[in-house]
Every structure is written in structure tokens, then in C-alpha cells.
């Protein structure tokens, strides 16, 4: 089980965002390159990155401040970004500049050619992410839900040979409530990508409880706002992580 603190990204600073909403902001930094260095030095093993404004802006808007981090993490670590990436150019483009995985969200649920053909280009590089509440499948910064369910669309991009599925539960990102486990477990269990969790991650009892069902595909979990409040420890945590599940 992996730990995977995240960068979310707004005007260059480190954010993080109540529910998606732009407007309920807290700046934990100012300097992304730096907070991915204090990340690697607490023994991450993977960075998430968030683009918001260009996941909102549909289009890159946080490139320097991407840049940066890659240069500071270097091939130490595997780092994977989503927001705004429509394109197969953006793809290439990241790509090029040392990042490991796109993660293709509003677009993949879209635009499904654009992902297939993403998947046919960039094979081995290509993470969908599914924002869901109830089962639904919810686009464009979770402003919209559609009425497509989480696990037929997963089970769709797994045949067009995505790497793995970031679940996200819209209902409790940023609130630190809890992870969904259930929802997060029967997404795992309809694949055999691997899944990570996202959504609500608050103390060691989650990380417990992923750990227990590790084994049924859930591979990572993203962690936000717990490890920026302090309510949970980096390290103590991934630390559990590698004594109960070795």
C-alpha cells in the first residue's frame, strides 16, 4: 500500500480545495518545488499533482510550477498529474519533461477517443481518474454528474489498456470523513487494474482499513488534506502501511 501525498495547484501555490470549490482555498505553500523536496525527504514513494486551474480551465495553467517539481524529484520517484489535459500534444509534452503517468479525468468520460488514442500512444503512461458520488460518474471539476455508473466505465477504459484508476468519492474530498472503503473495494474487485483510493483519507484507522483490502486491488491511496492539518503523520502512516502489508 502505497501513500501518495498530492500537490493540488493554484496560480503556482500549494492549495488544498473543501470539495472541488475554487473558492475554499488553503494555501499550505507557496513554493511546489520545495514541498515536493520535503515530500521525497519523508520517503514518498509517488507525488500526485493537481493542475486546478487548468482542470477547471481545460487547458495546462500550472506548467511552471510543474516544471519545477519535476526537476527537484528528478527519476527519484514516480510522479503522476491530472487537470486540464485534453490533448495528446499536452500528453507528449509532460511526458517529455520527466513526468510518469497522466491522469486523464473529465476527458476520458468526454471524450473516450481522445482516450483510447492516449492509451495507443502513451501506453504504460495513462491513469483515468473517476470522480463519482452514488455510484455516478461526476465531470468537469464535479460540477456536473452524469449517469454513467463508476464500474461499467472503468471496466471499458481497462480494455483500452489504462495503467490504473484513481476512485475518487466527490462526496468526501477534503472533508477528512473517511474513505469510502466499500465503493473503493467493489471497484477493485470488477478490474484487474490496480485501483487507488482518493476522497476523505483523515487518520490511521483508513490506512488500516485499505490495508485489509489491499489484496483486492486497492494499490495506493492519495493523501491530502490529512497530512497538510497534521491529523495524520506521513511517515508513522506509510510506516504502517509496510508493517501490515510488508
Known sequence: MILIPAIDLKDGHCVRLKQGDMDQATTFGEDPAAMAKSWLEKGA???HLVDLNGAFAGKP???????????????????????????????????????????????????????????????????VGLDAKDGKVATDGWSKLTGHEVVDLA????????????????????????????????????????????????????????CAVEGEGVEGVICGRAVYSGDLDFQAAQARADELNG
Open 45 to 47: 514513494r509517488r507525488l
Open 155 to 210: 471496466k471499458k477504459f481497462e480494455d483500452w489498456g489504462v495503467e490504473s484508476i484513481i476512485y475518487t468519492d466527490i462526496g468526501r474530498d477534503g472533508m477528512l470523513s473517511g474513505i469510502n472503503i466499500d465503493a473503493t473495494v467493489k471497484l477493485a474487485q470488477a478490474l484487474t487494474i490496480p485501483v487507488i483510493a482518493s476522497g476523505g483519507l483523515s487518520n490511521m484507522a483508513d490506512i488500516e482499513q485499505l
Open 61 to 127: 495553467q500550472n506548467f511552471a510550477a510543474i516544471k519545477s517539481i519535476l526537476k527537484e524529484v528528478g527519476d527519484d520517484i514516480p510522479v503522476q498529474l491530472g487537470g486540464g489535459i485534453r490533448d495528446l500534444d499536452t500528453i507528449e509534452k509532460y511526458i517529455d519533461g520527466g513526468l510518469r503517468y497522466v491522469i486523464i479525468g473529465t476527458a476520458a468520460v468526454k471524450n473516450p477517443g481522445f482516450l483510447r488514442d492516449a492509451c495507443s500512444a502513451f501506453g504504460g503512461h495513462i491513469i
